[in-house]
C-alpha cells in the first residue's frame, strides 16, 4: 500500500525567510507519479507540480523548488524568500501507475503561516 | 482555462433533504473525480469517473449518489444525510491516459452542512 508522510504539522516563518516542506513516500511501484498542491483559507486545492518516478531532476519556478530523492523516498518543497500569500496548507500526494484509476494518496498537510 | 466550477459554495439541509452538488469543467478532461474533506484533514477520494462511467466507488453510502450526465458535467446528489456529512465536498478533473497519471484540477468545492 502506498503511504505519504509530512512530518511537520505546522510551520510558521517570518517573512522573507526560506522554508523547506518535506514529504517522505512509499509505494512498492517502480512507476508512481508525485504531486504538491496548495490550499488557501479559500479553500481550492491549487495544483503546484507534478514529478514522476523516473525524472529525478530537481525542479526550479520563481521562488518555489522541489527536491526528489529516490534514495530517501522524498520529495521536498522550498519556498525561497517566503511571504505573506504563501500561508496556506501544502499537501504532498502520491499516484501509483494504475492507468485508468488514478487515486491520489494525500499526506496529511503542513499548516504554512508567513509571519509579516 | 484550468477552471473547475462547482455549485453551490455553501449548502444548508436538513436531514430529510434531497440535494444536489454541480461540477463543471471544459478542460477536454475525461476523468472527473468526488471528494470529501473534513476540518485539517486531506480530501478523501469517493467517487471517480472515467470517460463519463464510474470506475471507482470508495465504498461510500448510497445516501451519495453519484452522475455523470456528459463528460463536462458532475453531480453528486445527496439524500438522507447525516450531521457527520458535513464536509467541503471537493470536484476535480484531469486528463485521462492509460500510460500516465496527470495532475487534477480542484473546483473552490461546496461546503456542505447537515442539520
Known amino acids: 500500500a502506498q503511504k505519504v508522510t509530512q512530518a511537520q504539522t505546522e510551520i510558521s516563518v517570518v517573512e522573507k525567510e526560506d522554508v523547506t516542506l518535506d514529504c517522505v513516500y512509499e509505494?512498492?511501484?517502480?512507476?508512481?507519479?508525485l504531486f504538491w498542491y496548495k490550499q488557501p483559507p479559500s479553500g481550492e486545492l491549487v495544483f503546484l507540480i507534478r514529478?514522476?518516478?523516473?525524472?529525478?531532476q530537481n525542479e526550479i519556478s520563481g521562488r518555489y523548488s522541489w527536491n526528489f530523492q529516490k534514495s530517501t523516498s522524498s520529495f521536498n518543497f522550498t519556498i525561497t524568500a517566503s511571504q505573506v500569500v504563501d500561508s496556506a496548507v501544502y499537501f504532498c500526494?502520491?499516484?501509483?501507475?494504475?492507468?485508468?484509476?488514478?487515486?491520489?494518496?494525500f499526506g496529511t498537510g503542513t499548516r504554512l503561516t508567513i509571519i509579516p | 482555462d484550468t477552471e473547475v466550477t462547482q455549485t453551490p459554495k455553501h449548502l444548508v439541509m436538513g436531514m430529510t433533504n434531497k440535494k444536489s452538488l454541480k461540477c463543471e469543467q471544459h478542460?477536454?478532461?475525461?476523468?472527473m473525480y468526488w471528494y470529501k474533506q473534513k476540518a485539517k484533514k486531506p480530501p478523501e477520494l469517493m467517487f471517480v469517473?472515467?470517460?463519463?462511467?464510474?470506475?471507482i466507488n470508495e465504498s461510500v453510502p448510497s445516501r451519495f449518489s453519484p452522475e455523470c450526465p456528459n463528460s463536462s458535467l458532475l453531480n453528486l446528489h445527496l439524500h438522507a444525510l447525516q450531521p457527520e456529512d458535513s464536509a467541503l465536498y471537493l470536484c476535480?478533473?484531469?486528463?485521462?491516459?492509460?500510460?500516465?497519471?496527470?495532475?487534477?484540477?480542484f473546483g473552490p468545492g461546496t461546503r456542505l452542512t447537515v442539520t
Open positions: 476535480a478533473s484531469s486528463q485521462e491516459s492509460r500510460t500516465s497519471s496527470y495532475e487534477q484540477y
Open positions: 478542460m477536454g478532461h475525461r476523468a
Open positions: 469517473y472515467s470517460y463519463e462511467k464510474l470506475s
Open positions: 509505494t512498492r511501484d517502480t512507476t508512481y507519479y
Open positions: 500526494a502520491l499516484s501509483e501507475a494504475n492507468f485508468g484509476n488514478e487515486k491520489l494518496t
Open positions: 514529478r514522476n518516478s523516473f525524472d529525478e
